[in-house]
């Protein structure tokens, strides 16, 4: 157990929809890092947050956002979803968000239909 | 350019046998390096770090090799066990800070 915590676990919607991931992250760490990883692809990094400011976007669509609250925990809202957006989402921590190591949650796995 | 990459998709081996996982980069720059272990279904899970200033770092059952010079990082696994049947991601520190990840090496590990 990483002390990272994701959910929901499981999201099945339909297109067009739009749904909310919820991070939690490991006591202390101030960064949060979004994920998504596709059938066999790796991970390809979307978003990262530190102490509630985005530090750093990576490959994520402009239908996408995510923001940090002042607890830390960090929500991801994809929206206008699409069928090529079925995949692994995953967030990670990390203490100080300068390329440490991050440690990453179980995933929230996203069906849409 | 930022690039991680895995010389093999997938490797197979014996339980019992050795494993070594390998991994290029392309930033000679990058001063940190990570593997990480994705079993079906979970998320990946931290295995070992190598600072650049090091060739060689050890662990329980596993050693990580950083060769500079052909910028190449290398997981060993000793004494392969069923347990070990992963993705394997090596992840790289880029001069932006972020964690560059690769491909992935699917290890198979046969009974």
């Known amino acids: 157990d990483s002390g990272v915590t994701q959910t929901p676990k499981h999201l099945i919607t339909a297109t067009g929809q739009r749904v909310t991931l919820r991070c939690s992250p490991r006591?202390?760490?101030?960064?949060v890092y979004w994920y998504q990883q596709s059938l066999d692809q790796g991970l390809q990094f979307l978003i990262q947050?530190?102490?509630?400011?985005?530090?750093a976007k990576g490959n994520i669509l402009e239908r996408f956002s995510a923001q940090q609250f002042p607890d830390l925990h960090s929500e991801l809202n994809l929206s206008s979803l699409e069928l090529g957006d079925s995949a692994l989402y995953f967030c990670?921590?990390?203490?100080?968000?300068?390329?440490?190591?991050?440690?990453f949650g179980p995933g929230t796995r996203l069906l849409v239909l | 350019g930022e690039s991680v990459g895995l010389h093999l998709p997938t490797l197979s081996v014996q339980e019992g046998d050795n494993s070594i996982i390998n991994c290029a980069y392309s930033?000679?720059?990058?001063?940190?390096f990570i593997w990480y272990k994705q079993e079906s279904g979970k998320g990946p899970q931290f295995i070992i770090d190598?600072?650049?200033?090091?060739d060689k770092r050890q662990g329980q059952r596993v050693t990580v090799l950083l060769n500079k010079t052909v910028k190449h990082l290398s997981l060993q696994i000793a004494a392969t066990q069923p347990g070990d049947s992963a993705v394997y991601f090596c992840?790289?520190?880029?001069?932006?800070?972020?964690?560059?990840f690769g491909q992935g090496t699917t290890l198979q590990v046969k009974p």
């Open positions: 990670a921590s990390s203490v100080e968000g300068q390329g440490e190591t991050q440690y």
């Open positions: 006591s202390g760490d101030l960064s």
């Open positions: 947050y530190y102490n509630g400011e985005e530090r």
């Open positions: 930033n000679s720059a990058s001063d940190y």
């Open positions: 190598i600072r650049s200033n090091m």
């Open positions: 992840a790289e520190k880029s001069n932006t800070g972020k964690l560059i």
